[in-house]
């Protein structure tokens, strides 16, 4: 368990007119440095086969603003100027690292955001100080900023509101209380959650409830015409519609992820190759809807907290046709079947409770054995890889990646 962690405090902020063209500025002065360099290094790289990195990138930037046809970049914050900068060559690192594909130009319709790296300041109780805005930024604080305050980004949703998100490095004020309970979860369509305790959580299926709203307010935007206010004003109708689906679903994920890591010291979970099951295109919007990745991710995090451990289980374990009685495993096991009796014993299984039975027993024994070995169906030893989650910063606590080399017969 970690004594200090990061975590970021997000507000809506009130800024008067003025403010608002100044903002702007900052938007457009931070996707045009963005662009332009990422244009300059990708003509770069295919040139010469390398490319500038930020120390060099943040020169060029220099000579850009002092350039009289970009002066205009001297209005807004230098800092955020650079910051872009970082946000690139940061883009372009993940890429070659193959943890992200390569950096796209950022479009003017797009979500628009700039970050502050540093003195950002609250004054006032609920106006946020930082560069350029001296007057400071009216916000709605809904609760207490703790901890040191290391950088802010603002940003504009498509519906024209404006957040800023806090970054700050606090003490870690999690208690770490031991429950002394384990659960295995299979993630699924018509229940969200699946426990090995045999609890089900349902799938709000969100999307699907707004989806005839939605489809009628699209239906009525694409008639009118570019530019109109009537466009513009259906065309919020529909993104305050995504935004109130978005919400909606991070809300309950937020609640969800707590529950589970307040009530279990270990949560083992199954990766799903979401990219694959895409490709059923009967299932493809439901599995949008889902967003299993994001509460997988919300898991992570808050585990890293409270000093809990999250066990992740490679996808090509046969978790669904596996019994959790017997350990015989079915040769054939169709999404349509959701009951089934076990050949060999007779149990009686729910698919997706048998499924996080056997996702809990296989990550309590990846954890047991030590030489990177788990005894599983017909006797069969299988040899496991076992490397911490990319996507995991170190320090996490024992957070797991389960890669299976062999498939199973």
């Given at each position: 368990m970690k004594e200090v962690i990061y975590k970021?405090?997000?507000?809506r902020l009130y800024p008067t007119d003025e403010q608002k063209m100044l903002i702007e500025k900052h938007f457009g002065c931070s996707r045009f440095v963005f662009n332009y360099f990422l244009n300059f290094k990708d003509t770069q790289f295919k040139s010469s086969g390398q490319s500038d990195n930020y120390v060099k990138l943040a020169s060029r930037l220099k000579?850009?603003?002092?350039?009289?046809?970009h002066s205009w970049l001297k209005e807004v914050n230098s800092q955020s100027l650079q910051a872009s900068l970082k946000h690139l060559d940061n883009a372009y690192l993940r890429f070659f690292r193959k943890e992200s594909k390569f950096p796209k130009f950022k479009a003017k319709y797009d979500n628009q955001s700039f970050s502050i790296p540093q003195n950002v300041r609250i004054e006032r109780k609920h106006y946020l100080s930082i560069p350029k805005f001296k007057e400071g930024i009216r916000f709605k604080k809904s609760q207490e900023v703790k901890g040191i305050i290391c950088s802010a980004t603002i940003s504009k949703t498509k519906t024209n509101?404006?957040?800023?998100?806090?970054?700050?490095?606090?003490?870690?004020?999690?208690?770490?209380?031991?429950?002394?309970?384990?659960?295995?979860?299979?993630?699924?369509i018509k229940d969200f959650v699946?426990?090995?305790?045999?609890?089900?959580?349902?799938?709000?299926?969100?999307?699907?409830?707004?989806?005839?709203?939605?489809?009628?307010?699209?239906?009525?935007?694409s008639k009118k015409k570019n530019?109109?206010?009537?466009k513009e004003k259906f065309r919020l109708k529909v993104a305050s519609i995504h935004e109130k689906i978005a919400n909606s679903r991070e809300d309950f994920q937020h609640k969800l992820s707590t529950e589970l890591l307040n009530e279990h010291d270990l949560i083992c979970v199954e990766s799903l190759a979401v990219k694959n099951m895409m490709k059923n295109h009967k299932l493809a919007q439901s599995i949008v809807d889902a967003s299993w990745y994001s509460f997988i991710s919300k898991l992570k995090y808050k585990a890293e907290w409270k000093g809990k451990t999250i066990v992740?289980?490679?996808q090509y374990y046969p978790?669904?046709?596996?019994?959790?009685?017997?350990?015989y495993k079915m040769n054939k096991m169709p999404l349509e079947v959701r009951e089934w009796n076990c050949p060999k014993c007779g149990h009686h299984?729910?698919?997706?409770?048998?499924?996080?039975?056997?996702?809990?027993?296989?990550?309590?024994?990846?954890?047991?054995?030590?030489?990177?070995?788990?005894?599983?169906?017909?006797g069969d030893s299988v040899k496991l890889k076992i490397t911490p989650h990319k996507s995991v910063k170190s320090g996490i606590n024992e957070v797991i990646k389960v890669q299976v080399d062999e498939i199973f017969n």
């Open positions: 970021a405090y997000r507000f000579d850009l603003k002092s350039d009289e046809e509101k404006y957040f800023v998100s806090i970054l700050v490095e606090q003490k870690n004020e999690y208690s770490q209380v031991k429950m002394n309970k384990e659960v295995g979860i299979d993630l699924g699946i426990t090995s305790d045999g609890v089900k959580y349902s799938n709000p299926k969100y999307l699907k409830k707004y989806r005839n709203k939605l489809k009628k307010y699209q239906r009525i935007l530019g109109s206010h009537r992740q289980i490679d978790s669904s046709k596996t019994c959790s009685n017997c350990n299984h729910d698919r997706d409770i048998n499924a996080a039975k056997n996702i809990l027993t296989f990550g309590k024994a990846l954890i047991a054995n030590s030489d990177g070995t788990s005894e599983y169906s017909h």
